[in-house]
Each structure stands twice: as C-alpha cells, then as structure tokens.
C-alpha cells in the first residue's frame, strides 16, 4: 500500500504571511551585516587610530620641527632601560664593596634616587620630553650656524 502526501493548501493567507516572513528575514540579514560591518569598522578604527595615527601625533613642536608620540615612547623606554641598568650596577658595587659604611650610604642614596625616578613615569616623561626638546633646540641652532658634527 503506497502512502500518498497530501500537499497543505495554500491560501492567499498563507502567501501572504510566507511573503511576510521572508521580507523579515531580509530586514534581519541586511541589519545583522550592517551592524557586523559597523563593529568591523569601529574595531579597525581603534586598532588604526592606536598603533600607527597616534604615534604620528606631536608629542611637542619646537620651531616647526615635530617630536612625534613613537620617537618620545621609544627614548621613555630606553630611559627606563638605562635606569634599571644603573641600578643593577650599584648593586653589583654593593656586593663588592658593601663593607664600608660611607660607601653603602652612597649606594643607599644612589638606589633610592633611581627607584624614585622609576617609581613616578609621569616625572620620567617629562624629563625625557625636556631632554628631547633641548637636543632639538641644539640640533636646531647647530644648523643656523653650520656645525656638523
């Protein structure tokens, strides 16, 4: 015995609301792939704006020659570098040489100005920053009277 499929009717009802359904399934898609490319757009925008606009950007401008966010971020680091070398050397110093007492204060006081220096990044910066401008200044009027260097 063969089973037979009876096929549902279809009314103008149910054109109609089939109609319905996949105009809202479009709505649904089309906002879907909008709203992905806006989060894509907005996420590139940030990674774009972080790591290559921002540190184009003039940290300072001294007579029209720029110091750019890359260029101070760069000399922090090495600043930072350099301090936590020195402070590795005065401790070697104090292990070599730590049995007079004058000595140890010095090294105490050297420490110390070190950790404090690392310990306020604010401060660094602005050193590094002022450093950065007198060597541009430098540079600068080097240049006006035709020293090479």
Known sequence: MRRRRILPMTTKKHLARAERERRQRRWILAGTLTLLVVVIGLLAGGWLQTSVLQLRQPVAVVDGESITTAQFQSRVRLARISLLSQANN???MRSLFGDDPTFSEW??????????????PASLGLTVLEA???ESLIRQEADRRGITV
Request: hydrophobic letters at 40%; charged letters at 25%.
């Open 107 to 120: 090294i105490d006081q050297q420490l110390t100005s070190i950790e404090q220096q690392l310990a306020d």
């Open 132 to 134: 950065m401008i007198d």
């Open 90 to 92: 005065v401790e070697q």
